[in-house]
């Protein structure tokens, strides 16, 4: 794990600096700034120095929590600080809701391989995993926040009035109502692909001997798929949470920038935009470390699921 | 079960069939695979035809803005405009008819460069094994882990600012730099999936008896690898290729919908993204490009699961 957040490190802040000296690329459309200015900016970021000595300077930084200081002046870790819960909000309310719904539906679907609720199911997982997750929200705002004007379009608080549910101005229902488009739209994505997987394993281990031997010994239909099928079939979907965690944070740009959530990845948007070098390293730093994070949590968990597996 | 012991007894008379033809066949028989090939094949031809088809020509030919000049921009879908005007004075349906020229561009050339790092990762990686697939298969991982869509975003800002406007020549046809900086940065960013999956055909099919006697038999790495492997995991190639097209598709309309695409080509992500701030008032323009996308995704992706089930050996007839 370690090992491989260094590496990560390593391919981007050399792919980054590689590009380029980030203050001349800033300042290419400013003709009034002189090189005696840009070599004073080079001087203040540190950047004036060989690559591997960058490198190790911002590695002890990190190391000791300091992010550096973003271009426009802040300290890279309080605002990284501020960014981070509204995301993880967001991202662990649409991860449990989609995992709660895509394993009894995978399995349903499955048990009634091409059966009209199959084929709906089917379908709509197609559907979500071919739709663009922005325009998902877009097509939601207009239908519902500009049309029936049911909910905010944007932000994660009603500025500069609460957002009434059934009337009540209350700062915690502001709050609900201002998250339910953007959970909404990230838990169908993530339930369609949770649920094919879920579908795709469970259709190959009801094929499979064990599960056949199950049946002759009589065991009844709910036994032989929640105790025996399930524990198999939910493994690749946990390996998938963990891989894709880093692109499900990485997908949320998106729907926050969509959504104007002051989130991690609405901020990431503006920081790219602004080659914001700083704050684009801390924030890659922290999705992979939760990325990582993620991974460990889900080889402890085969633990509990698979019993061939056991921590040492 | 039933259906495992009836699929069993009708093997033995079509051994003359090859391995395409049964997959055809299969195919065949799967409707919703039909309607994807039906919408994919749609996709080209109004891609080769874009010009017959679209009202107006595309930018930045200033006949473009033709709405713009009778003062109609901003109009909701008509005879006279089907899929409305933009907030800019342009006719959404001709933008969309031609940015399928780009959505192919976009699909077929990233996944070109995807396919072929992840072959030829995944290649050396499970043909030659050892410590060349224990390195190879970590930087694989390394990868897999990456935040891709955000490093992807800072690369295609980095790159695309020194791009300029001009066009790039490539065998004589001209290409917009900024949307080939995107292409390039999305292809080079999608291959860890793919080279675990072939790396795993590798090691599947190099066990088999053919390679074996072909081993024994003195043949070159290349012959094994070109004349006997390849063509052996070729389907599961292109059934990936297909997907990937499709992931391709979308992760461009995202690039260019946050702001970071080519202003230049008229994507559909560009598309949404220009009338994004103003869609309060044009909702047609945010819709029916995204439609586009969806069609087209949605095209790919059916005809990839169908693929797989048509090609999965362990439904051989």
């Known amino acids: 794990m370690i090992p491989l957040l260094i590496g990560i490190s390593i391919i981007s802040f050399v792919a980054m600096y590689a590009a380029g000296d980030p203050i001349t690329i800033i300042t290419m459309g400013r003709p009034t ?89 089917t379908s709509v997982a197609l559907f979500g995993v071919s739709m663009p997750t922005f325009w998902l929200g877009i097509i939601l705002i207009i239908i519902f926040s500009h049309n029936l004007g049911w909910l905010p379009s944007a932000g994660a608080i009603g500025v500069p009035y609460l957002w009434p549910v059934f009337g009540i101005a209350d700062p915690s229902l502001d709050h609900l109502a201002h998250l339910i488009l953007p959970v909404t739209v990230l838990t169908y994505v993530s339930f369609a692909q949770n649920v094919r997987l879920v579908r795709a394993n469970m259709l190959e281990i009801l094929r499979s001997d064990y599960i056949l031997a199950a049946r002759a010994s009589g065991l009844s239909e709910r036994l032989v798929i929640y105790k025996h099928a399930l524990r198999n079939a939910i493994t690749p979907v946990i390996t998938h949470l963990g891989i894709s965690l880093g692109s499900v944070v990485g997908g949320a740009p998106m729907i926050e920038y969509v959504f104007n959530w002051p989130g991690l990845g609405r901020r990431f948007v503006d920081a790219a935009m602004n080659l914001d070098f700083p704050v684009i390293m801390g924030i890659t730093m922290i999705i992979t470390l939760m990325t990582l994070v993620a991974n460990l949590i889900v080889d402890l968990s085969y633990a509990f699921i698979d019993p061939r597996v056991m921590v040492e | ?180 900086i995107v292409v390039l940065i999305l292809g080079i960013f999608n291959w860890a999936s793919n080279a675990r999956m072939v790396r795993g055909e590798f090691l599947r099919v190099q066990d088999l008896e053919f390679v074996q006697a072909e081993k024994a038999l003195g043949a070159s790495n290349w012959r094994i690898v070109f004349r006997h492997i390849l063509p052996n995991i070729l389907s599961s190639i292109i059934l990936n290729a297909t997907l990937t097209i499709a ?25 949404l993204k220009e009338n994004f701030s103003e869609m309060r008032t044009v909702w047609w323009a945010e819709v029916f490009p995204g439609l586009a996308i969806l069609f087209s995704v949605f095209g790919f992706n059916l005809l990839g699961d169908s693929l797989s089930d048509a090609l999965n050996p362990r439904l051989r007839e």
């Open chain 1, 33 to 121: 700034i002189t090189e005696a200015q840009r070599q004073a900016i080079r001087i203040y970021y540190g950047l004036d120095k060989p690559i591997p000595v960058q490198y190790v300077n911002w590695l002890s930084n990190i190391l000791r929590g300091d992010f550096g200081i973003s271009f426009g002046g802040q300290p890279v870790r309080l605002l990284i600080g501020q960014w981070f819960w509204p995301t993880v909000e967001l991202q662990l309310i649409s991860i449990l809701l989609s995992v709660a719904l895509s394993i009894p539906i995978g399995i349903m679907s499955a048990k009634n391989r091409y059966s009209k609720r199959d084929i709906a199911v």
């Open chain 2, 1 to 180: 079960m039933t259906e495992q012991g009836r699929t069993k007894t009708r093997v033995t008379d079509r051994s003359s069939a090859s391995q395409w033809a049964v997959a055809w066949r299969r195919f065949k028989r799967n409707r919703a695979g039909v309607a994807g090939l039906v919408m994919v094949s749609t996709l080209i031809l109004v891609a080769i035809f874009h010009g017959f088809l679209a009202l107006y020509p595309a930018r930045p030919d200033d006949r473009a803005f033709t709405p713009f000049y009778r003062r109609d921009t901003a109009q909701p879908p008509s005879l006279k405009y089907p899929f409305g005007t933009s907030a800019i004075g342009t006719d959404v349906f001709s933008d969309v008819i031609h940015g399928s020229v780009w959505a192919l561009y976009v699909g077929v050339v990233a996944t070109a460069i995807t396919m072929g790092l992840a072959i030829l990762v995944g290649a050396i990686a499970g043909y030659f094994g050892k410590w060349v697939d224990n390195i190879l298969m970590r930087i694989t991982e390394t990868f897999l882990v990456l935040p891709s869509l955000l490093l992807i975003l800072v690369f295609v800002r980095v790159f695309s600012i020194s791009a300029g406007t001009g066009t790039w020549q490539f065998l004589g046809i001209s290409l917009p730099p900024s949307l080939t």
């Open chain 2, 247 to 271: 992931y391709a598709i979308l992760l461009e309309a995202a690039v260019s919908f946050l702001g970071f695409g080519d202003p230049y080509t008229i994507t559909w992500g560009q598309i």
